[in-house]
């Protein structure tokens, strides 16, 4: 069954310090994936997305599909980064059903 | 506004009492999501319509939950009979499909407490 992992239920970074949330799948075939982020007091959004290969607000993600990963980066975390991120998965055997990981709660701290 | 909503934005119900969720989407995006989240978890899959065909509906939901999209705009979810257990927000999303990186955009959630 396709599922994402995230390892990390919480995880702490002093500001300017780098930063990376772990996201591992299993998925058949070539998977689309996503990290999605939520801020508090706000809907969830989409932060990016793999095949855009683009660096939103500072943060990248690597796919390697050899390690099954996505992991999200960002050399210097800000305060304002401080949110719920999640890695999600569209399934292409499932008419792109998007599912998601449970979260690392990240924390940066001044 | 003219992101998704949904609503109610809480509910409060008795165990036992039937309840039902309204979601209004993205004008021109023909998918739409439904998905639960308790605490300190990620949104789990509920079901989901391409226009007003539902796609799949997750093997772990009861039958006491259905969902519907008559007209291919707005769905609505109900739960018959809550338990204790079907406290959660209750998620909802929308996509124009097609692309091979849609990109889903979210309501607000309604909070259901069953006491």
């Known amino acids: 069954a396709q599922r994402v992992t995230q390892p990390e239920k919480l995880l702490s970074v002093f500001k300017g310090a780098p930063v990376e949330l772990k996201c591992n799948y299993s998925y058949s075939g070539s998977p689309e994936l996503f990290w999605y982020v939520q801020y508090s007091r706000q809907r969830l959004q989409l932060l990016l997305r793999?095949?855009s290969r683009e660096s939103i607000k500072g943060f990248t993600a690597d796919l390697n599909k050899g390690e099954t990963s996505f992991h999200l980066k960002k050399p210097f975390a800000q305060e304002e980064d401080s949110a719920m991120y999640y890695c999600?998965?569209?399934?292409?055997?499932?008419?792109?059903?998007?599912?998601f990981g449970p979260g690392t709660s990240l924390s940066v701290i001044p | 506004d003219t992101g998704v909503s949904q609503d109610p934005r809480h509910k409060i119900t008795k165990r036992g009492q039937n309840v039902t969720f309204r979601c209004d989407p993205i004008?021109?995006?023909?998918?739409l999501y439904w998905y639960r989240q308790t605490l300190g978890q990620g949104p789990e899959f509920l079901t989901y319509?391409?226009?007003?065909?539902?796609?799949?509906k997750s093997r772990l939901l009861s039958d006491r939950f259905s969902a519907e999209r008559p007209k291919g705009s707005f769905s609505t979810l109900e739960i018959q009979r809550t338990e204790q257990g079907d406290s959660a927000m209750y998620l909802c999303a929308s996509s124009l499909a097609g692309t091979a990186w849609e990109k889903l955009f979210f309501g607000s959630g309604t909070q259901l407490s069953v006491l």
């Open positions: 319509f391409q226009n007003e065909a539902q796609l799949e």
């Open positions: 999600a998965l569209s399934d292409k055997t499932s008419y792109d059903k998007v599912i």
């Open positions: 004008s021109e995006h023909n998918r």
């Open positions: 793999h095949i």
